[in-house]
């Protein structure tokens, strides 16, 4: 027997981390760490790190514990660089047995040692996991040690798994970037100028935004952590403005660099039209100069007619679709429900693994009546509320893509393993396109759930909407001139010109 | 033969050729009928692997974890064990429960199995689910330890004894594909027996679409079969490289007294041939025709592309009993291996490879305990024409500018892994076809004249 969506019930632990708008007065726990045994999507505190850390390419990143932990974080992400690849290896101590009960500093010490001989790193980040936690080991002092020998910044990242929510991860990958931040003295740029914090070039989408702003004449210090550089974060004090998207994983940066440096910090999203308009619109505000504003408002024009007329195919295939909408942070759910309704989807569930209260007060504002939202949430209940409500799309990442293909249920992936640029402009329409080639596809009719729900009745084939132009799309693939001034890399024998 | 531990010049591991010891376990416990497999440790690793698995299979595979925080990485984790439980069973309603330690829990030293006692006692009178337990902490060895501690600690917990049924056969597959457990039933149904395959997750991992959604999807081997495990005519352990007291085929033979047939991967013809005999031996029965044919078309097209293939190199990497099959079936076309490498390192890896292989005029070097850098250092002085082995070497090919004909688990960057054929000879056909390919294909693309007949 097999469970209509009823049977699937919440466990009783996590029933205040789902609520259904209108139902009852606004009400989501969340901040809390996951339910035993209710198989949270969520990962733990090194994830956290690791994915903020991760897009720095020039740092050495080890991860001190057993093997698992880095070989499942091994090329993980689709952060592009147009430089160094050092970020895409995954280094290990591989602990033993011997180690656990022995401790693990001296092979974490040899580890570092041979590894920034071989590499020559410009700084390099020391991840502990569980076990370090509990074996005992002086991450600190190691990392002290090797930086004296070796005169590169090794610098501890306090990520054991256990202690804390991915949350917990991204606040230690912020004091570890922090360790860098105000260490070189090079001469400030002269003009306006920004660090772009939280956009990880996924599929080159730092080159995409920060190509927007230097158009407009801004000055981009330093990505962090897309395409990252470390010399470049070490003089990224020197910014007048810090723009943070993805504020849940880096804001703690930000908030730091506002208390020592005093540089004022903004949140915004580059996914969608709105968000991304609103994003250029409010930093040409902050620097109140009205050339710059009159720039910005020329490559929005520019960019939203250059995409209008495909995306309105779209919305016509895609109009009064709805779809279940579950990601990391709360920021990119906000974004999704509007894009979203610019393409005539009503989103129907909404939640994330790591919103806040204020998060999720500002989603439940966007959305529509009677959507589900959810805090922490997990396959059985994600499948249930799908199945409940209908909908024809789940935005999720790969974890939760089985749960829509079972039942015959349109997915896009938008996160950090996918390999389409979705921001600025050309990522909504990336976007549009995702979305309407999984919604539209004539496979579902073939599909059990499908001819159930609908009674077998097939909608007609529609002609496919022909994929956008090609140099358009290609636009944004093309990494920008590799910086000079950095060391070449030998990788696994081939010689990586930095 | 030259056999190396590991690099012994390089502390770190870089880019491993391994996946952690829960990894294995969760996978062999997703193919016991109605099981859901549960971590007992971090939240992160559970997480991780589903994820590992997902990016794999592209089927649904849901891991509980116990969600240690602090409190529990301090004062141990029963508390969240009982909760996690408690949970898992009102939410999946399974009928086994496949408990995986990680390093977390073993290096705190956890008693999972007054654990669970307790946990049965505080439950009086309530249905449980059945539990397995399994050991596995990572830093003792790879995931084909752990699956083949999971399936151990399956049959040590659930099988039992009896009068012997001399139409059953125990299969102990090994970690192969969904295809491959379709495959052998096929074949050990073929002759009049009725095979336990264990673990079975060609359903779950390889299902179809769905009307309504599976709390736990559909197939397995059932807790039923498995109890009759002990009273099986025969057991067809396959895989060679764990220790011989290690697998469940040892607990069937020494705790029920059923006949351990212990034979590599059935990959290449000698090596399916084995299987063959096993079951002729255990059946009484001669192989049925329909596989004597197939037995012939495959020996057929080894001589129709014969000189495409005689001579060439390859590199080979995964688990070891892969690699050791593989190395075998090479070796039988022709094909020279030269380089054989696993992330495991049981030490009977280079053993394996010499009597998978047998007359190989040459051994390859042999290196266990390998990382991907490591294997690249050493394949730049064997010159290869090939590599086979799963899709983390994608770097090693693109780097060494060869073919990556792919095989084994994980693999992340093509379709359809689930659906690969490797075993008895209609796998052998089908990887041969592909390996032929693939060197047809590189010959052609390298032509200056872009040939049309080959
Ligand atoms: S801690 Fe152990 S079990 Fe967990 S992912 Fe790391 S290696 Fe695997
Ligand atoms: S061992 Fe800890 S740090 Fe590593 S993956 Fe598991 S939970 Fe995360």
């Not at chain 2, 693109?398 to 209609?426: K, N, S």
């Not at chain 2, 390996?435 to 200056?448: A, M, P």
Request: with cysteine; proline share 6%.
């Amino acid at each position: 027997m097999n469970p209509t969506p009823d049977d699937i019930q919440i466990l009783e632990a996590r029933k205040a981390q789902v609520h259904t708008k209108g139902a009852a007065p606004f009400q989501l726990a969340c901040e809390k760490h996951s339910v035993a045994g209710a198989v949270s999507q969520r990962a733990c505190v090194f994830c956290g790190s690791r994915v903020v850390l991760y897009p720095i390419t020039d740092a050495l990143h080890l991860v001190h514990g057993p093997v698992g932990c880095a070989a499942y974080t091994w090329d993980i992400r689709g952060s592009q660089s147009s430089g160094p690849q050092l970020h895409r290896m995954s280094f290990s101590t591989d602990l033993r047995e011997k180690d656990v009960i022995y401790g693990g500093e001296k092979k974490c010490e040899a580890a570092l040692m041979e590894l920034i001989q071989r590499y020559q790193p410009k700084a390099a980040f020391v991840y502990a996991t569980c076990i370090v936690g509990l074996i005992g080991d002086d991450l600190e002092a190691v990392c002290r040690r090797v930086t004296e020998r070796t005169g590169i910044d090794v610098i501890p990242v306090h990520s054991e798994g256990f202690a804390g929510s991915k949350k917990d991860g991204y606040s230690a990958a912020c004091r570890a970037i922090d360790h860098l931040v105000g260490t070189s003295d090079a001469p400030p740029p002269p003009g306006p100028s920004i660090n772009i914090l939280g956009d990880f070039n996924i599929a080159g989408e730092t080159w995409l935004i920060r190509e927007y702003y230097e158009r407009m004449g801004l000055n981009v210090i330093a990505t962090i952590t897309g395409d990252g550089r470390v010399d470049d974060i070490r003089r990224s004090h020197q910014a007048q403005l810090n723009v943070v998207q993805c504020s849940g994983s880096i804001k703690g940066l930000a908030q730091i660099m506002k208390k020592d440096y005093d540089i004022p910090f903004m949140h915004v999203s580059y996914f969608g039209l709105e968000d991304m308009s609103k994003a250029l619109y409010d930093v040409a505000e902050h620097f109140n100069d009205p050339a710059m504003m009159v720039k910005a408002q020329a490559l929005v024009r520019d960019e939203i007619s250059a995409v209008m007329p495909e995306l309105r195919k779209y919305r016509e295939a895609l109009q009064g679709k709805k779809a279940a909408v579950y990601t990391g942070g709360a920021f990119k759910a906000f974004s999704l429900v509007r894009s979203l309704r610019t393409l005539g989807v009503k989103t129907v569930i909404a939640g994330s693994q790591t919103g806040n209260p204020q998060d999720y007060l500002k989603l439940e504002s966007l959305c529509d009546e009677g959507t589900v939202l959810l805090d922490d949430t997990n396959p059985l209940e994600l499948a249930k509320f799908i199945d409940q409500t209908g909908a024809d799309l789940l935005i999720g990442g790969v974890k939760e893509r089985p749960i829509a293909y079972k039942l015959g249920v349109a997915f896009c992936d938008h996160n950090h393993e996918r390999k389409d640029c979705l921001a600025g402009y050309v990522g909504m329409l990336n976007f549009a396109r995702e979305v309407y080639s999984s919604v539209c596809s004539p496979v579902w009719s073939l599909t059990p759930r499908q001819r159930r729900t609908r009674d077998g009745q097939t909608a007609p084939l529609p002609k496919p909407i022909p994929a956008p132009p090609k140099p358009y799309l290609r636009r944004v693939r093309t990494a920008p001139k590799p910086k000079s001034n950095l060391t070449p890399l030998t990788l696994g024998g081939l010689e990586v010109t930095a | 033969m030259i056999t190396k531990a590991s690099n012994p010049n390089f502390v770190a591991t870089r880019n491993a050729c391994k996946m952690c010891t829960p990894l294995g376990a969760c996978l062999a416990f997703a193919g016991i009928e109605k099981c859901l497999p549960f971590l007992h440790g971090s939240q992160g690793c559970s997480t991780y692997i589903r994820r590992y698995l997902i990016s794999h299979f592209r089927e649904p595979m849901d891991i509980a974890s116990s969600n240690f925080g602090e409190q529990a990485a301090i004062f141990g984790g029963q508390a969240n064990l009982s909760q996690g439980l408690s949970n898992v069973i009102q939410g999946y309603n399974p009928k086994v429960i496949g408990l995986a330690t990680t390093c977390l829990s073993e290096t705190i030293g956890d008693d999972v199995p007054m654990f669970l006692h307790e946990f049965a006692a505080e439950h009086p009178g309530e249905a449980l689910p059945v539990m397995i337990h399994a050991s596995t902490p990572s830093y003792t060895g790879s995931h084909a330890d752990g699956y083949v501690e999971a399936i151990r600690a399956t049959v040590a917990t659930i099988a039992e004894g009896g009068e012997r049924d001399v139409k059953l056969v125990d299969v102990l597959p090994g970690i192969v594909s969904p295809a491959d457990l379709r495959h052998l039933r096929e074949i050990v149904k073929a002759f009049g027996l009725e095979p336990i395959v264990l673990p079975d997750y060609s359903d779950r991992l390889d299902g179809p679409s769905w009307a309504e959604y599976r709390r736990i999807p559909e197939g397995g081997t059932p807790l039923e079969d498995i109890r009759r495990m002990g009273t099986a005519a025969a057991a067809l352990d396959l895989g060679t490289a764990a220790k011989d007291n290690a697998t469940a085929g040892a607990v069937l033979a020494k705790k029920f007294g059923v006949t351990r047939h212990r034979i590599g991967l059935p990959i290449g013809v000698r090596a399916s041939d084995a299987l063959f005999e096993a079951l002729e031996s255990i059946s009484g029965q001669p192989t049925p025709e329909a596989f004597v044919a197939e037995r012939g078309r495959l020996v057929d097209s080894y001589v129709d592309a014969h000189k495409y293939v005689f001579g060439k190199r390859a590199i080979v990497y995964g688990d070891e009993d892969m690699v050791a099959a593989m190395s075998g079936f090479l070796a039988e076309i022709g094909v020279m291996p030269v380089l054989c490498a696993s992330g495991g390192k049981s030490g009977t890896l280079a053993d394996a490879i010499a009597s998978a292989a047998p007359g190989l005029a040459e051994m390859p070097e042999v290196i266990e305990g390998v990382d991907f850098e490591d294997l690249t250092e050493a394949a730049e002085s064997v010159s290869a024409d090939l590599i086979v082995g799963h899709s983390k070497g994608y770097k090693l090919a693109r780097e060494l500018d060869l073919p990556l004909v792919r095989v084994g688990l994980p693999i992340h960057d093509r379709f359809g892994a689930a659906r690969m054929l490797h075993v008895g000879y209609e796998g052998t056909q089908q990887l041969f076809d592909r390996i032929v390919n693939t060197l047809l294909e590189s010959k052609q693309d390298l032509s200056e004249m872009g040939y049309t007949y080959l």
